[in-house]
């Protein structure tokens, strides 16, 4: 009889928590729709601020806009944690063309890769050879690379539903065909932007050259999808034609930045550490608005949406806007460090890096049980149309906190259109759906609001309901 009557009472707690949360779970969605400020964020953000590249004065700018509006949440605690990040600075506009013969030229739109060195101030020019990948190199040998531009035309994977896996499939090209084309004696690299889509944008991003030596160092840049189509249908016809780029890039020394952070206290576990986090730099060719001043301004907006919901968290909630992503990973290593030599304990990190798109559920780094848990979750969200709860990628500046304790998530929006603007000029502002920006702020404060309210433990202790 006491067994039976445990039962019903664990039962009918139950049915009460999950109708609480469901409640709760409301009025986020509810405050974030009608009185969301990630949106009036993300306008300041890109259109009084604009790109802001590690060691730029608009990333200095974006430090103490962000630290102003985390103070006037009225939070806990608001520092800026400070890191020396790398200063790459591009220089005056790219250019360069195609060349059938003598003064018959095309131009076509390419830009400089972060990193890169900068041509010669007259610019190169030379004969092509065209890989799909930088392995290709090898076969092919210093013989017939020396003295030419390599053209590396590798597409994003079409038919791969995950636009994330497609990227990932050929982003190596972009990172290391410097490196390995000087190897053989190449004066230059061309290579394809990362884009699904065919249209004149060229998309930067970061490159290596390793441990080259800088004498030994080539000019790498990107060009856009229509115009690697050109140049790869015209050395169909003609192997002989020629390419021409100049850009003026160069890397300077370190400066001093800063991750900006804010929390709320917990009021039961203070000691236990939920992190939500974007990238606050970004490329300079447009303003950043999907990578990732979205997840900026989401991760901002759900220490304001337990606020204004009137949750009291259980555990601190800790919203870190890292710096130096794109080109170092500098802030997310720093977190991590501080973290450690202060012997923090972190149980759970959420990045939001995926664009501004409409959410459609989020991505585990977890034991099976924990993804287990968090999947038992899902009636909550049905009504808000999330559904994707799987084990999976999290997020580049959470990474470094990865250890046997903590659970690791990243939001995942959907990333069919996120290429299209991914490190290139039409990452801006009018290409954020508010409703959409929105719906992802308070789904990742739904999901905070339950980690902090369950935990990360997966251990059930059911010796009351022994005889």
Sequence with gaps: MKRIFLLLSIAIT????????????????????????????????????GGRL???????????????EF??????????????????????????????????????????????????????????????????????????IKGK???????????????????????????SGAREAAKYGAVGVIVRSLNLRLDDYPHTGSMSYGDLPNSQRIPSAAISTNDA????????????????????????????????IGEITGSEFPNEIIVVGGHLDSWDLGDGSHDDGAGVVQSMDVLRLLKESGIRPK??????????????????????????NKGENHIFALESDSGGFTPR?????????????????????????????????????????????????????????????????NDTFEHVNKRELELGAASMTALIYLIDKYGTDTISNDSELKD
């Design 315 to 340: 555990r601190t909630i800790r919203a870190v806007l890292f710096m130096n992503e794109e080109n170092g990973l500098r802030g997310g290593r720093k977190y991590a460090e501080v973290a450690k």
């Design 54 to 68: 590690s060691g730029s004065l608009n990333a200095e700018k974006a430090v103490e806009y962000t630290k102003s």
């Design 229 to 260: 189509e050109l140049l790869s249908g015209m050395l169909a016809l003609d192997k002989n034609i020629k390419f021409y780029f100049s850009q003026s890039c160069k890397q300077l020394e370190d400066v001093l930045s800063y991750n900006v």
């Design 71 to 144: 103070e006037k949440l009225g939070l806990d605690n608001v520092w800026l944690q400070p890191v020396m990040v790398p200063r790459w600075v591009r220089g005056a506009p790219e250019f360069a063309y195609i060349e059938t013969s003598p003064g018959k030229t095309t131009s076509v739109n390419v830009c400089a890769l972060g990193g890169s060195v900068a041509t010669p101030s007259g610019g190169v020019k030379a004969n092509l050879i065209e890989v799909a990948t930088y392995k290709d190199l090898e076969a092919l040998g210093e013989a017939k």
């Design 361 to 425: 559920g989020f991505s585990f780094q977890s034991s099976e049980a924990m993804l287990a848990k968090v999947q038992s979750w899902r009636p909550l969200f049905k009504p808000y149309l999330i559904h994707y709860f799987e084990a999976g990628y999290s997020g580049a500046d959470i990474g470094p906190l990865k250890n046997d304790n903590i659970v690791l998530a990243g939001l995942r929006p959907d990333s069919q259109r996120y290429f299209d603007h991914h490190h290139a000029a």
């Design 14 to 49: 139950f049915q009460i928590s999950a109708q609480t949360d469901a409640e709760n779970l409301k009025k986020i969605y509810d405050n974030s729709l009608t009185n969301g400020m990630s949106y009036k964020w993300l306008d300041y953000l890109s259109n009084d601020i």
């Design 149 to 175: 531009i390599v053209f590396i035309n590798r597409p994003m994977q079409a038919d791969l539903i995950n636009t994330f896996d497609a990227y990932g499939g050929c982003s190596s090209e972009r990172y």
